[in-house]
């Protein structure tokens, strides 16, 4: 007897910001497989073609733009408009992160980091407002960072702080609409960003070292890792789930 392979998300849209790489990159992928249709932007036009030719050109369509430009915003939505079938899945995924102590922050570093990471982040979800089907999921990347006191990674850990506390908020104030507000919070993955974050390729490898000496499960995480999460919060398996915050972070900040 043939199986006919029923997604979790069957006939739904997507957007998923920063999906042109890393984690983002396999939200889309994983929720495209789960049988929803998935717009991916990102500020580089090769990387974001490359994206959608992974995915798959039958269901992703690639729209470039900075999340911290309203108008690259308003472009991304008028295309998720013209598909006529409103958005119910949103990934709010897109973020940038340097190492910079608090004695050498600049304002360009700390605007940069807020104007993405957080303002960015607002910015996706009001302009989204008038899209959103009822009953939709909005997941917002967040960080152990958060949680932290990791040296010279203020700005960031505050940024993601912020967007931690952003989903509580919005939850309540969509709840009216059924539409539920979580965090995936990851440490490790294994990504572009995450690798260059850490600068040099000894740099990196040290980390590796280090998050395989201390971290519980023993090793880095891939993407595809934190993808399952975000496809769980995408769907009605997660229909009791708002305002949370989920880890995927190989056990670093429970144990
Ligand atoms: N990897 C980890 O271990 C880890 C840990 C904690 C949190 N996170 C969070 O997970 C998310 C994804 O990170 P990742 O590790 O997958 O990084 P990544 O591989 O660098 O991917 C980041 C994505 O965001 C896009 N992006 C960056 N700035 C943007 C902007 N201003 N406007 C639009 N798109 C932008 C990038 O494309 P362009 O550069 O072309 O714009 C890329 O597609 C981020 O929110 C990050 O803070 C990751």
Known sequence: MEMTHVGHLDGKTAVVTGGSSGIGLAAAVRLADEG??????????????AAVKTIGSDRATGVTGDISKLADLDRLYDEVRARGKGLDVLVANAAVGTFVTLEQTTEEH??????????????????????LNDGASIILTGSTAADRGMEAFGAYAASKAAVRSFARTWSTELKSRGIRVNVVSPAWIETPGGTAAFGDEETARAMKEHVAATVAKGRMGRP????????????????YVVGSNLYVDGGENQT
């Open 110 to 131: 700390f605007d940069q980091t807020f104007g993405v990471n957080t303002r960015g982040t607002l910015f996706t979800v009001q302009k989204a407002l008038p899209l």
């Open 36 to 49: 929803a249709y998935v717009f991916v932007t990102g500020r580089r036009e090769a990387e974001l073609e």
């Open 224 to 239: 595809e890792e934190a993808a399952a999460v975000v496809a769980f919060l995408a769907s009605e398996q997660s229909s």
